[in-house]
T-cell receptor, first 113, second 112 residues
Framework: EAQVTQNPRYLITVTGKKLTVTCSQN?????MSWYRQDPGLGLRQIYY???????DKGDVPEGYKVSRKEKRNFPLILESPSPNQTSLYFC????????????FGQGTRLTVV | AQSVSQHNHHVILSEAASLELGCNYS??????LFWYVQYPGQHLQLLLK??????LVKGIKGFEAEFIKSKFSFNLRKPSVQWSDTAEYFC??????????FGRGTSLIVHP
């Protein structure tokens, strides 16, 4: 089954404790991205990757890191999480080209206390 | 800069009422347009998309959208909503860079 898998689905952590949210897709998509969803602000793109070893900042990259060492994986790293990073995070992937839909993961609800 | 605007942030309707959600985009050149739906507690799923051809696009669950190039709009419509349509709806656009831009979303509540 074609899917985007995020882990964990829920995470509560403390300020400053490094964490990684994993994202994996099995559709051989070139393009992957991370979004955060906050009430009233919709989806805001954090980082995106057009292919292996190619990543770029989205609209709200501060406090986040990503890597794309393999085509299928695109982990999101919070080196020193802060409470303002409490949010719902989505990973998405799509094939090369703008006329294709994005496939979303189930989401990761992160709470930083 | 590329942008997508959704004018209705919250919409409340009764079952069987008609729905129209507004979406305007700001893109130069060729644009691809999407509507996604997010049911409570779930991830985003594609509702419908427009790439070219017939500007009236039909999607799943009785939804449709009309691309009006002169108005830079891609409004979502449904003639008769159901309680199960309660969800958040996102309009999105992508152009030559194919990096999609999402609108802020519209929260739809349908009362039975």
């Amino acid at each position: 089954e074609a899917q985007v898998t995020q882990n964990p689905r829920y995470l509560i952590t403390v300020t400053g404790k490094k964490l990684t949210v994993t994202c994996s897709q099995n559709m051989n998509h070139e393009y992957m991205s991370w979004y955060r969803q906050d009430p009233g602000l919709g989806l805001r793109q954090i980082y995106y990757s057009m292919n292996v070893e190619v990543t770029d900042k989205g609209d709200v990259p501060e406090g986040y890191k990503v890597s794309r060492k393999e085509k299928r994986n695109f982990p999101l790293i919070l080196e020193s999480p802060s409470p303002n990073q409490t949010s719902l995070y989505f990973c998405a992937s799509s094939p090369w080209g703008g006329n294709t839909e994005a496939f979303f993961g189930q989401g990761t609800r992160l709470t930083v206390v | 800069a590329q942008s997508v605007s959704q004018h209705n942030h919250h919409v409340i309707l009764s079952e069987a009422a008609s729905l129209e959600l507004g979406c305007n985009y700001s893109y130069g050149g060729t644009v691809n347009l999407f509507w996604y739906v997010q049911y409570p507690g779930q991830h985003l799923q594609l509702l419908l998309k427009y790439f070219s051809g017939d500007p009236l696009v039909k999607g799943i669950k009785g939804f449709e959208a009309e691309f009006i190039k002169s108005k830079f709009s891609f409004n979502l419509r449904k003639p008769s909503v159901q309680w199960s349509d309660t969800a958040e709806y996102f309009c999105a656009a992508s152009g030559g860079s194919y990096i999609p831009t999402f609108g802020r979303g519209t929260s739809l509540i349908v009362h039975p």
